[in-house]
């Protein structure tokens, strides 16, 4: 499939609830079959409340990106940089929070596509680095990743409802 038809848009508070539902859509697709129901409707209450996403749309250190097809939704991309940052808060370094993509549209190239929306955001702000979280059972994504040469260099402990799961940290140094 040709990626000429997909474009990517800036994500405005105005688009919240476009938000909160394919977010909610996409992380249920991604891990409603290996966790707890319990759990995974505590994680999408919390983390996509209006007031959480309100805060986040809001927060100059934080940025959303949409991917559409034909002007429908169809993937997202939140980066942080700066306190925003989840785990190192590193002024020189730009953390890729979440990359997700409808499952119609795995192996469309519109992950691709949000990654590279992400490392154009870095170069254009002067980061050195680029890191992330990545589920340790999420084969799939760490495999992305691993081919636009990220390196694991830490884990840290992700909170699914009441269970820890363990993230691994993985990097990509930015040409200079």
Same mark, same amino acid.
Do not use: P
């Given at each position: 499939?040709? $990626?000429?038809?997909? @474009?990517?848009?800036?994500?405005?508070?105005?688009?919240? +609830?476009?938000?909160?539902?394919?977010?909610?859509?996409?992380? @249920? %697709?991604?891990?409603? #079959? +290996?966790?707890?129901? %319990?759990?995974?409707?505590?994680?999408?209450?919390?983390? =996509?409340?209006?007031?959480?996403?309100?805060? %986040?749309?809001?927060?100059?250190?934080?940025?959303?990106? =949409?991917?559409? *097809?034909?002007?429908?939704?169809?993937?997202?991309? &939140?980066?942080?940089? /700066? &306190?925003?940052?989840?785990?190192?808060? *590193?002024?020189?370094?730009?953390?890729? %929070?979440?990359?997700? +993509?409808?499952?119609?549209?795995?192996?469309?190239?519109?992950?691709?596509?949000?990654? !590279?929306?992400?490392?154009?955001?870095? /170069?254009?702000?002067?980061? @050195?680095? +680029?890191?992330?979280?990545?589920?340790?059972?999420?084969?799939?994504?760490?495999? =992305?990743?691993?081919?636009?040469?990220?390196? #694991?260099?830490?884990?840290?402990?992700? &909170?699914?409802? *009441? !269970?820890?799961? $363990? *993230?691994?940290?993985?990097?990509?140094?930015?040409?200079?």
């Amino acid at each position: 499939m040709c $990626t000429m038809s997909y @474009t990517i848009r800036n994500v405005r508070v105005e688009d919240l +609830v476009l938000l909160q539902t394919i977010g909610r859509q996409t992380f @249920t %697709e991604t891990f409603a #079959a +290996v966790n707890s129901a %319990e759990n995974l409707a505590q994680y999408l209450e919390q983390s =996509f409340s209006n007031v959480k996403l309100n805060a %986040e749309l809001t927060n100059t250190a934080s940025a959303f990106y =949409f991917a559409e *097809d034909d002007g429908h939704v169809i993937g997202y991309l &939140k980066l942080n940089v /700066g &306190k925003a940052q989840t785990e190192l808060k *590193d002024e020189h370094a730009l953390e890729i %929070e979440r990359i997700y +993509v409808l499952r119609q549209y795995h192996g469309k190239e519109v992950g691709q596509l949000l990654y !590279e929306k992400a490392i154009e955001v870095a /170069g254009q702000m002067g980061k @050195t680095y +680029v890191w992330l979280g990545v589920w340790e059972e999420n084969k799939r994504a760490i495999q =992305f990743y691993t081919k636009n040469g990220f390196v #694991a260099f830490d884990k840290h402990i992700f &909170k699914l409802g *009441d !269970e820890e799961q $363990t *993230d691994i940290m993985m990097r990509l140094a930015l040409n200079s």
